[in-house]
């Protein structure tokens, strides 16, 4: 029996030490409410809920070790590269097999937001014609724009929502192509007055995820995973959306 419970404490401590030993790289961008950086902090719905996922599961990787990339960079090294995570990912049907989730984050409408003054009309991809429309570079919007049909070079094609959205509050462009709810963050936390904005064409519901590279183990994915699902049904999940959406 002793020998048993000892041989069953060295799997455990093996399996612990083996997971620690993956240790992964980690990339987001900037994309509140769910990541961003404030006073050289990392903050948003998806860090922290990412900071509970690491300390539950055992993982020895912290949220200080977070990466700040441009979102093509980091999108085509999580593809390239083993023991890469990169969040918030939205999960379409073109990604699907490229990577490895652990989620949901958060379910959201990817939409196109416009100035109301404009007028903006969209009934069909090929009303995009008529209008500059703003996109950030392999974003899961403009690959759903193009996937609708949208032509890449009727696309402003740029490396930031937030570069994009200071194009629209000074008329540079006509849409913007993002997720609603942090287009509308982000627009109010650039001053701009949102009852002078809206959604005129939904494109899709969308959930995010952490996408991580399609090597990864089902031991790291299950540990998170696991991690995740306590915390929404602990409430810590609700806790912390409320925190930045409320």
Same mark, same amino acid.
């Given at each position: 029996?002793?020998?048993t419970?000892?041989?069953?404490i060295?799997i455990?401590l093996?399996s612990?030490s083996f997971l620690?030993a993956?240790?992964?790289?980690i990339?987001?961008? &900037? $994309?509140?409410?769910? %990541?961003?950086t404030? +006073?050289s902090?990392?903050k948003g719905i998806?860090?922290d809920?990412l900071e509970?996922?690491?300390k ?5 990787e912290?949220?200080n ?10 999108y085509?090294?999580v593809?390239?590269?083993? $023991?890469?995570?990169?969040f918030?990912m939205g999960r379409? &049907?073109?990604r699907e097999d490229?990577?490895?989730?652990v989620?949901?984050?958060y ?11 404009k ?7 090929s009303d995009?014609k008529?209008?500059s429309t703003?996109t950030?570079r392999?974003g ?13 070079g009727d696309?402003d ?6 570069a %994009?959205l200071?194009k629209?509050?000074?008329g540079? /462009? +006509?849409i913007v192509?993002? $997720? #609603?709810?942090?287009? !509308?963050? %982000?627009?109010?936390? !650039?001053?701009?007055?949102?009852? %002078?904005?809206?959604?005129?064409? #939904? ?7 952490y996408?991580f590279?399609?090597?990864t ?22 806790? /912390?959306?409320?925190?930045y959406?409320?």
């Amino acid at each position: 029996m002793k020998k048993t419970m000892f041989l069953l404490i060295l799997i455990s401590l093996a399996s612990i030490s083996f997971l620690s030993a993956q240790s992964l790289r980690i990339m987001t961008e &900037e $994309n509140a409410p769910f %990541n961003f950086t404030s +006073d050289s902090s990392y903050k948003g719905i998806a860090v922290d809920l990412l900071e509970i996922m690491l300390k539950d599961s055992g993982r020895s990787e912290t949220i200080n070790e977070i990466k700040i990339l441009p979102w093509a960079r980091s999108y085509q090294e999580v593809q390239d590269k083993p $023991n890469t995570l990169l969040f918030s990912m939205g999960r379409t &049907e073109s990604r699907e097999d490229l990577f490895k989730w652990v989620g949901p984050i958060y379910s959201l409408q990817i939409g196109l937001i416009a100035k109301k003054d404009k007028n903006v009309k969209i009934g069909t991809m090929s009303d995009l014609k008529k209008y500059s429309t703003g996109t950030v570079r392999d974003g899961a919007p403009e690959q759903l724009l193009l996937k609708a049909g949208a032509k890449e070079g009727d696309l402003d094609r740029g490396s930031s929502l937030d570069a %994009n959205l200071k194009k629209l509050i000074a008329g540079r /462009i +006509d849409i913007v192509a993002f $997720n #609603v709810p942090a287009a !509308l963050y %982000n627009l109010k936390k !650039l001053g701009a007055d949102l009852s %002078n904005y809206e959604v005129v064409y #939904v494109l899709k519901d969308l959930d995010l995820y952490y996408a991580f590279h399609s090597s990864t183990s089902a031991a790291i994915l299950n540990s998170l995973q696991k991690a995740l699902d306590k915390a929404k049904q602990s409430g810590k999940y609700d806790s /912390i959306v409320a925190e930045y959406l409320n």
